[in-house]
């Protein structure tokens, strides 16, 4: 401009070559006035570029409309071309068996052309060499195999696919994904509404808030009304992915007890451990003994957290002042974690065995939480390492050739 720009403009933009579509590139390539112009040798090349570019475009396009649509609905394109990134394309024949019952993968398939059957194990048998399983559904194309509610928990599969013809399917990695959804923060936002609906069925078979509580080592030795009411005052939240449970530097006095997913502990925003399903965290912060020294962050889809706040711990107190006392010897030296080793003292193997074992014999298990329709036990199984397990939550059925023979409860 002949006057001059003021002292305080910016001047920036960017210069695009805006190329034709590939559809465009490959109809020009074959045109004979084009390969005269270029040369052949040239256009050899571009034709190799294209190719290239399609087999690496070629994820996304298939992802698009599904994962847009069904996974995470709304999702802009840089989320799914993120995904791609993730994601291959596999061909498979007759019989290949994709997905196998038991198995801890948690990868996402999409099915892209095919018939796939979904089997399930009845029993085992020594004449079959394996496993025998009886098919109790059937996915074509267009099907979604695995659960985004569930990623990063370690579930067993709940079932058997096998091709049933030869497929073709796209298989992303869970991590991959769930690394793509720690770059979008907020992408699940719409997807909140059946994010809750999973949580709300898992709740279903969680234990007690008062068993909860009760095994909490920082409660251990209070009376039951003091445990019932704490259970009463606390809050059980469902908690999407990324959320900050606590900020590193905050007193915020809040104990949670992680009853479903995953966290990350952050310091100064490096990730330093993961804590996994059936931890505590925030004993010495709900004591206003200290500052939290890490930010928590869930890491998986979405979390169950048991919470309960130094302010609902106050007014319990104010129902029990003989208990006053026991948390100001408790503020100089907090127990830490939780008390698992109650879990085991109802059964009978271990009923007259001392705490302290309990207590190591406890450190060594696994809380493990199971679907409806997933099999804990397959009739007829050899195992390498054999288990025992105690159900501390929802109910389980007993099966024998296939047909139900009884019911274990909760505490079995």
């Known amino acids: 401009a002949s006057g001059g720009l003021p002292e305080d403009a910016h001047l920036g933009g960017a210069i695009l070559v805006a190329l034709p579509s590939l559809a465009q590139l490959t109809a020009l390539s074959q045109s004979p006035v084009a390969m005269r112009k270029a040369g052949v040798p040239m256009m050899v090349e571009a034709m190799e570029i294209l190719e290239n570019v399609s087999e690496r475009t070629a ?27 993730h994601a291959k394309l596999i061909s498979a024949e007759i019989h290949s068996e994709i997905v196998k ?3 801890l993968d948690d990868d996402l398939l999409l099915l892209s052309d095919g018939v796939v059957s979904v089997e399930r194990h009845v029993r085992s048998d020594a004449d079959a060499a394996g496993p025998v399983s009886e098919a109790v559904g059937r996915l074509s194309s267009g099907a979604i195999i695995g659960d985004l509610s569930l990623m990063g928990l370690g579930f067993p599969r709940i079932a058997s696919v096998r091709a049933k013809t030869s497929i073709r ?38 234990p007690a808030k008062s068993e909860v509580v009760r095994s909490l080592s920082l409660f251990a030795g209070f009376g039951m009304d003091f445990i019932s009411d704490l259970a009463v005052a606390g809050e059980r939240r469902t908690v999407i992915f990324d959320s900050v449970l606590i900020a590193q530097g905050s007193a915020g006095g809040t104990l949670s007890v992680l009853e479903h997913g995953r966290c990350s502990v952050d310091v100064f925003g490096n990730k330093v451990a993961e804590i996994p399903t059936g931890n505590c965290f925030g004993e010495r912060t709900i004591l206003g003994s200290s500052e939290a020294n890490a930010t928590i962050r869930v890491c ?13 711990l106050d007014e319990v107190i104010k129902k029990h002042p003989s208990d006053r006392e026991r948390f100001e010897q408790i ?13 085991l003292r109802n059964v009978e193997l271990f009923r007259f065995c001392s705490q302290a074992f309990l207590e190591l014999l406890a450190g060594a298990c696994v809380m493990k939480t199971y679907l409806p329709g997933q099999s804990v036990v397959v009739e007829g199984d050899e195992e390498e390492d054999v ?15 296939g047909q139900q023979i009884g019911t274990v409860l909760h505490g079995s």
């Open 59 to 85: 994820p996304f396009r298939q992802l698009m409309p599904t994962l847009g649509m069904f996974v995470l609905p709304g999702a802009p394109a840089e989320v799914i071309w993120e995904c791609s990134k």
């Open 101 to 103: 019952e038991g198995a």
């Open 169 to 206: 399917y796209i298989r992303i990695s869970s991590a991959g994904l769930l690394s793509t959804l720690a770059c979008f923060p907020g992408v699940l936002g719409t997807s909140e509404g059946w994010l809750s609906l999973a949580a709300e069925s898992l709740q279903k078979i969680l």
């Open 300 to 312: 998986t889809p979405f979390a169950l957290i048991l919470q309960i706040s130094r302010e609902m």
């Open 331 to 343: 503020k100089l030296e907090p127990p830490l974690g939780r008390a698992k080793g109650s879990k």
């Open 387 to 401: 288990r025992m397990f105690v159900l501390v939550g929802g109910v389980l059925s007993v099966e024998l050739g």
